[in-house]
């Protein structure tokens, strides 16, 4: 999985298809991100000793491959790609400008 946390990524599938937000966690054995205000559910809390009960609104995790990552230049949906630098170090790029992500 190519994601990274802070990443800016557009849901392409499902429920929220349109959608963008940034990448705020990483599930990679599950191949799961949890990008804000995308998948968001209510949550029934019970009240306890210090707080009352209350409905809070939780993002759940979407599958890495109902998301794709928005390229920084042209600002549209991209595959990413691998290549080297010039000092032979692995970054990662946009395949669509061929822009440096990293």
Known sequence: MNFKTGDKVVVITGKDKGKEGSITKVLRADSKLI???VNVAKKHVK???QTA???VEVELPIH???VMIIDPKTKKASKIGHTTDKNGKKIRI?????S???
């Open 35 to 37: 990008v804000s205000g």
């Open 47 to 49: 009240p306890n000793g």
């Open 64 to 66: 890495s491959s109902n």
């Open 94 to 98: 946009s395949k669509k400008s061929n």
């Open 53 to 55: 009960g209350s409905i």
């Open 100 to 102: 440096n992500l990293d």
